[in-house]
């Protein structure tokens, strides 16, 4: 009988420790959770199906800008230049479509690539040009990257893009907007990268200990160089996503919108010392700063208070994680 | 020109330096299949240095290497992995983040197909466990994060990745070192089943003992040199020391034993994380005690929790019969105490600081004025006796901890917490990776203190200096002291059943 | 355009302008260096114009003037981000000094030549109501917090709205940016879907705004600031339903025109009002022209 | 004879080793000569008095902030915080000087306070609430801080301060600007504490390696405390500078400065993984930003071009020190 007694606290246990796991797997949800359930207090505007639906769009670009700095991120680096990347793609694209009237197809591949170009420049600047940390290599292209999109109309906005470019920030799947399927594709897919594939190992593995992957035969130049043309690449598919919001590109498109994503991807567990961080981490990270500014707009904050209710409730958000972790440790 | 094709691999005439550092001058080496070919060396000759060439972490200035009897040229680690060659690296190289079986198979990943295909993770899970349980572990360990691991346990990880790499060399540089007896044999029996297999190994160990039983033949490197080749069994240990640094060795263990006095420190029911009930003991002055266990009995735990290095809920320690309070490490050394942590990496060094600052940096009050600025000649002088008394090489200060070979930083380690001019000092495996000679210097060390009226505990993984320098033995099981044994009585056969629990 | 300026002098030692602005990364600006670059073509003088990368970029602007003062130029014509912060640097300037756009309380400036921010928003926020009907709702999106032009905007357009009984349900701010303004007013529509009329801060935003306005399939007026190329255009097509113009290429052209006569001893009128034109369908032609002419 | 020339072989080594010590010392000081020589080549106004004394002036807001950067990013930390910390100091200076009319010295003790309060409120927020990562925290104070800087005045810019305040911003001892004169003092100050006193070595110590520095007794909480404080009161030092040169507080004061301030450390030669960098490489970081903002100004360049050119020149200026390091090396 004992011997039973003890099987059943075993699997007591057992349940126990998988819970955690799963509520730390979804630490920052609780922080979202939290958050959702104020606003819905606050505002009965706020849980209806139309203003989620204007969240998911809200949050569409900064969801996919974030995705691509988690690589960075997990690398113990960091990714200063995808809002000026962001601008320079879009301009490009515009000038080939809008202002050379090409079909919008190559209008894409050129968004796509010369983020990506971008991206592996940055890589290029910090394995072979062996610049101390990508703060500074992607300081750098963050200024070059916005000059030559301010030069390259002189400053000129471009609009009245093809509807086929627009389509991916416009339109909707009964009421899901087409942008929010494109992160929920996106992020399946880098989830899948990342755990199960070689390479998005290998990304873990730089962040936790450059020296051991390097030992253990990792070309780690090849890992960085694909992590930064990938968040290059990232920061063109989201300029594609605002021009088919605002039908419309600017050189000043994505002006600081590299804290958000870093934001994002850090409420979502990430460490800046790299090796710790998850996509869906991410994710809840982007919901969380789509949730908040829309609903300080719901609720007409003042502007000059929105700012400190951003920067309270960022902390928040963290701290709720920080508690839940210190707690399931304890227990 | 082509290398001797009954060789598997051959070196000649490779040189390194690190600025004006001239660490390998010219050697010579050459390894058969199915041979365990030993490294022996003072701290600093260049052992891990010359390793590194050969598996791509350093490239050589000069001189060839031969593999199979054709040349090679090996610029990075995955060239080397790729002729065959697995290293079990002397410091850890493990990703703490990934889990225990992903660390095993790093850098050689399984796959479901093709090269782009995705990972086979239950494959390679599978494989870890098989792996683990050869070296005697259990295979749960395999889904494990491995930061949540012990020392001895991240090391065992290591030599579990080379297992598995289907090598013709493998390269251990003091693989035994942070592992405790029954490991040790373990890996032992693994070596000779490798050798069995036909596979080379190239091993390199400050313990005689071992070279004594594993080794084919040994090759002594001094001042960059390499000084000669002998036959392991046919030649002796003596012989081997005398090649090694220039001069002969009287005594290994020089205890000294002192007139034993009043008790100096006692811990009461302090509870170790995990165990069924606390631990106590106490130490008197004029003795050295050990505390003997095998790897995770939860020794290091201990010496933390006594420390305050980890937050502890109950026990209480005395000083000369005083209860100190401890909640933090400063208050330990306040009260006296210096924990010489085992990891001397993670745990002791400022890698990126000169050899002075870290061996101060524990100490700083000491050398603070009334201007409350630091006098920093003092530091240097200080820094520099401490140096010259544990004989660190290179000895100048000016050099950073992290270009110190691993023997060397060890030293470092020490001279940090003789420095703070302790009560108490609680060594954590202090010898690990220390030449012979050094480790005599450690022994007179202790024997120093004692004398000197200071407490001394020694937490050790190795029988023989437990028996050779100890005054009493403790031994711990699971988080609990199972045998607590006057050096007379310890045995290793006593010692062993106390820590196995058979 | 400079070098031509020399060549026109043929040589003689040629007067040299520098004009300071806000920033040159955004149309309307760029309009202000097309009127001073056109003036100083004209004129045959040289003309340096610089600004900081961004409206934010307060300090640099600061130094730049500090660093055009080095080189001594003949005249400084200065557009000030933050008016206060330029009066210590321009009240040691041994050269006329001339303001453009935005104001500053500086004893020895040579002339103001603008249109206050706040008049365009209140010639905004007229227009905006002329639309509507009393007691109708509207919004404001405003720019970033504490940036002096498109405040005194809103204050502009806050009084008109007020004084024409229209009500003001949301203000709102989205930094200047096209994107976030759309979100922004996704998320007042949200709650509010019965207003009938927006004022944005500037034409960039105007433009987001509109965006979302035109997602709902919902008539309501948008009414801009700045008088850009795309705004006039969205006009033309019938989408915006007016902006206010400041004439900033005029600003910079007789900035610089003016700045030649005070370096001439000629006499300059301490206040010169540039054209505030409203912008709505009907005239909207004729502006797209002119723009289309300026910017080439 | 062969055991002197031996000696001299020795002696030549010695000396050509601490030829190379200064060379490593001083790295970025190449970069920074370099910039001069190719400016003083492009413009004959550059290397004149006058010019050299208005980059002085330029250059020494960002020097102050640059150098209470430095020790969080000693500590492998960072500090976002900083711009709004000087906008905030100021702007509560002015009400208290300007609007209330109290006594100029009262209001320089509050705009120091300030900047200090809310740095000490960053080191509480990551030592005592174990948020993740100082980027976090310092972001969310970030916010918080121009949050209120601009709801205290309602976002308008205060003007006409008294002289006291003004003297260090404006005034002059000789040709040299006070302010220039305040960073040499306070850079020497920086060294002393840095290099010759517990907690300026503790600072490198956790940076190195947190846990060997907390079992070598050293108490990281009031270590960061310290540290975070420090910065933020070198916020609030910049400020006063700032104030003294423009004569007026506005809320959006020190926008994106943190990013100056930062890549004037990491130019510097100091390491975002910590442990790394010293004052005086701080101090050059920081000169070469001012000389190459003020270079370009002469030049003319268009602003499209200047950010193009910045961010290609602060890539090069640590390209060169990394070339040197691998020279250094080789030798
Ligand atoms: N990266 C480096 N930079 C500078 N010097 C180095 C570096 N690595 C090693 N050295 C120096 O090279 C010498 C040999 O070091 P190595 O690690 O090979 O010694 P070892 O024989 O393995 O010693 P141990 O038994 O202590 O492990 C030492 O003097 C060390 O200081
Ligand atoms: N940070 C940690 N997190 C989780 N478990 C740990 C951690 N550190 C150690 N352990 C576990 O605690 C147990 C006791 O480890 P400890 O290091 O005290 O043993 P030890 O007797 O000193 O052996 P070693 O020779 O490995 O140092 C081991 O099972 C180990 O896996
Ligand atoms: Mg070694
Ligand atoms: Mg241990």
């Given at each position: 009988m004992s011997q039973v007694a003890v099987q059943t606290k075993n699997e007591a246990v057992e349940k126990n420790r998988a819970f955690k796991r799963i509520i730390s797997k979804f630490g920052p949800l609780i922080g979202l959770i939290l958050l959702t359930a104020v606003l819905t207090i606050l505002s009965p505007k706020f849980l209806t199906i139309n203003n989620v639906m204007n969240i998911a769009r809200q949050s569409s670009i900064n969801a996919l800008l974030a995705i691509?700095?988690?690589?960075?991120?997990?690398?113990?680096?960091?990714?200063?230049?995808?809002?000026?990347?962001?601008?320079?793609?879009?301009?490009?694209?515009?000038?080939?479509?809008?202002?050379?009237?090409?079909?919008?197809?190559?209008?894409?591949?050129?968004?796509?690539?010369?983020?990506?170009?971008?991206g592996w420049l940055n890589g290029i600047l910090l394995t072979k040009l062996r610049l101390p940390h990508p703060f500074i290599s992607t300081l750098g292209t963050m200024n070059i990257a916005r000059g030559i999109a301010l030069i390259v109309t002189g400053a000129a906005p471009i609009a009245g893009f093809p509807y086929m470019i627009q389509f991916l920030g416009r339109e909707f799947v009964g009421p899901i907007p087409v942008s929010f399927l494109l992160v929920i594709v996106v992020y399946v897919f880098f989830h899948i990268f990342l755990t199960r594939t070689q390479t998005g190992r290998y990304i873990y593995a730089i962040g936790g200990n450059p020296e051991a992957a390097r030992l253990s035969g990792i070309n780690i130049d090849r890992v960085l160089i694909i992590v930064y043309t990938i968040s290059g690449f990232m920061a063109g598919l989201a300029g594609l996503v605002m021009v088919g919001r605002v039908n419309s590109a600017f050189p000043l498109a994505g002006l600081s919108y590299e804290l958000d994503a870093i934001a994002a991807v850090i409420i979502g567990g990430?460490?800046?010392?790299?090796?710790?961080?998850?996509?869906?981490?991410?994710?809840?990270?982007?919901?969380?700063?789509?949730?908040?500014?829309?609903?300080?707009?719901?609720l007409n904050v003042s502007a000059d208070f929105q700012m400190t209710v951003i920067g309270a409730v960022i902390i928040a958000a963290v701290f709720v994680d920080v508690l839940r972790q210190r707690k399931s440790k304890k227990a | 020109m082509v290398g001797h094709a009954e060789n598997l691999l051959e070196m000649k005439g490779i040189k390194k330096s690190f600025n004006q550092n001239h660490v390998l001058k010219g050697i010579d080496l050459d390894i058969k299949a199915g041979e365990v070919h030993v490294l022996l060396g003072e701290n600093g000759a260049g052992k891990s240095t010359l390793i590194k060439i050969l598996t791509g972490a350093y490239q050589k200035d000069a001189g060839e290497i031969y593999w199979e009897g054709r040349a090679v040229h090996l610029q990075t680690p995955a060239d080397a992995m790729r002729l065959g060659i697995a290293t079990i690296y002397q410091e850890l190289n493990v990703i703490p983040q990934l889990k225990v079986y992903e660390n095993i198979f790093l850098g050689r990943e399984l796959k479901r197909g093709g090269k782009m295909s995705m990972l086979d993770h239950k494959t390679m899970r599978e494989e870890a466990k098989r792996c683990l349980e050869m070296l005697g572990q259990s295979p749960d360990l395999a889904d494990m994060q491995l930061g949540k691991l012990g020392m001895g346990q991240q090391q065992l990880v290591e030599i579990a990745k080379a297992l598995t790499l289907d090598a013709k060399l493998i390269i251990m540089d003091e693989p035994t070192s942070s592992l405790s007896v029954q490991e040790v044999h373990q890996l032992y029996k693994c070596v000779e089943q490798l050798k069995e297999k036909g596979i080379a190994i190239l091993f390199i160990s400050h313990k005689l003992e071992e070279i004594k039983r594993l080794g084919d033949r040994i090759t002594i490197l001094r001042d960059g040199f390499k000084i000669e080749t002998l036959p392991v069994k046919t030649t002796d240990t003596d012989d081997w020391i005398e090649l090694m640094v220039g001069r002969s060795l009287d005594e290994?263990?020089?205890?000294?034993?002192?007139?034993?006095?009043?008790?100096?420190?006692?811990?009461?029911?302090?509870?170790?994380?995990?165990?069924?009930?606390?631990?106590?003991?106490?130490?008197?002055?004029?003795?050295?005690?050990?505390?003997?266990?095998?790897?995770?009995?939860?020794?290091?735990?201990?010496?933390?929790?006594?420390?305050?290095?980890?937050?502890?809920?109950?026990?209480?320690?005395?000083?000369?019969?005083?209860?100190?309070?401890?909640?933090?490490?400063?208050?330990?050394?306040?009260?006296?105490?210096?924990?010489?942590t085992e990891d001397r990496k993670g745990e002791g060094l400022l890698l990126d600081q000169k050899l002075d600052f870290n061996i101060t940096m524990a100490n700083m009050k000491k050398f603070t004025k009334k201007s409350r600025l630091i006098n920093l000649n003092e530091i240097r002088e200080e820094a520099k006796r401490f140096i010259r008394e544990l004989k660190i090489r290179p000895d100048h200060i000016e050099l950073k901890a992290r270009n110190l070979s691993g023997g060397n930083q060890q030293k470092v380690v020490i001279a940090k917490w003789l420095c703070t001019k302790a009560k108490v000092f609680i060594f954590d495996e202090p010898t690990r990776g220390i030449d012979v000679g050094a480790k005599v210097e450690v022994y007179r060390l202790m024997n120093q203190l004692v004398e000197n009226g200071a407490i001394v505990i020694m937490i050790s993984s190795e029988l023989p200096e437990i028996l050779g320098m100890c005054d009493r033995v403790l031994v711990m099981r699971e988080g609990r002291i199972t045998a607590d044994l006057p050096i007379k009585e310890a045995t290793q056969e006593r010692i062993m059943k106390a820590a196995t629990g058979g | 355009g400079c070098n031509s300026g020399q060549e026109a002098n043929g040589g003689e030692n040629t007067e040299r302008v520098a004009v300071v602005l806000k920033t040159l990364s955004s149309p309307y600006w760029k309009y202000v260096e097309a009127g001073a670059k056109a003036a100083g073509k004209e004129l045959g003088i040289d003309v340096t114009v610089v600004g900081p990368n961004s409206e934010s970029e307060v300090m640099q602007q600061v130094n730049m003037i500090e660093d055009q003062l080095s080189q001594s130029p003949g005249a400084l014509v200065v557009s000030p981000t933050q008016p206060d912060t330029?009066?210590?640097?321009?009240?040691?300037?041994?050269?006329?000094?001339?303001?453009?756009?935005?104001?500053?309380?500086?004893?020895?400036?040579?002339?103001?030549?603008?249109?206050?921010?706040?008049?365009?928003?209140?010639?905004?926020?007229?227009?905006?109501?002329?639309?509507?009907?009393?007691?109708?709702?509207?919004?404001?999106?405003?720019?970033?917090?504490?940036?002096?032009?498109?405040?005194?905007?809103?204050k502009g357009a806050k009084a008109a709205l007020k004084e024409a009984g229209i009500e003001v349900v949301a203000e709102q701010p989205a930094d200047s940016d096209k994107t976030k303004a759309m979100s922004v007013m996704e998320n007042i529509l949200q709650k509010n879907n019965d207003i009938k009329g927006v004022f944005a801060a500037n034409d960039d935003m105007a433009l987001g705004v509109l965006r979302a306005v035109e997602a709902k399939g919902l008539d309501v007026k948008v009414i801009g600031t700045d008088g850009t190329l795309e705004a006039v255009e969205s006009i033309l097509a019938g989408k915006l339903a007016g902006t206010i113009a400041q004439s900033p290429y005029d600003m910079g052209y007789e900035g610089v025109k003016n700045a030649l006569a005070a370096i001439k001893g000629k006499k300059v009128e301490k206040r010169i009002k540039s054209r505030v034109e409203v912008i709505t369908k009907e005239n909207a032609q004729e502006k797209l022209e002119f723009l289309k002419k300026i910017v080439e």
């Open positions: 691509g700095m988690l690589l960075p991120i997990l690398t113990a680096g960091i990714d200063l230049s995808v809002g000026s990347l962001l601008a320079l793609s879009i301009m490009m694209m515009g000038i080939v479509t809008v202002n050379m009237g090409m079909h919008p197809l190559l209008g894409i591949l050129v968004c796509l690539s010369v983020g990506a170009a971008f990430a460490s800046f010392l790299g090796g710790v961080g998850t996509v869906w981490g991410t994710l809840i990270g982007a919901l969380i700063i789509a949730v908040l500014r829309n609903g300080l707009n719901l | 290994k263990f020089p205890k000294q034993t002192f007139t034993l006095g009043r008790e100096g420190f006692r811990v009461e029911n302090l509870e170790v994380a995990g165990a069924s009930e606390p631990v106590s003991f106490r130490v008197r002055y004029g003795e050295i005690v050990g505390i003997s266990g095998l790897v995770g009995a939860g020794r290091t735990e201990l010496a933390r929790a006594i420390f305050g290095a980890d937050p502890r809920r109950n026990g209480k320690i005395f000083i000369d019969g005083k209860e100190v309070k401890i909640k933090s490490p400063r208050d330990a050394i306040d009260a006296g105490i210096a924990f010489i | 330029v009066v210590p640097v321009l009240e040691g300037a041994n050269v006329p000094v001339l303001l453009i756009d935005t104001d500053a309380d500086l004893k020895n400036k040579t002339s103001f030549i603008g249109t206050e921010n706040y008049e365009a928003g209140y010639e905004g926020g007229k227009l905006l109501a002329s639309m509507l009907q009393k007691g109708d709702k509207a919004a404001i999106v405003s720019g970033a917090l504490g940036n002096t032009a498109t405040d005194e905007r809103v």
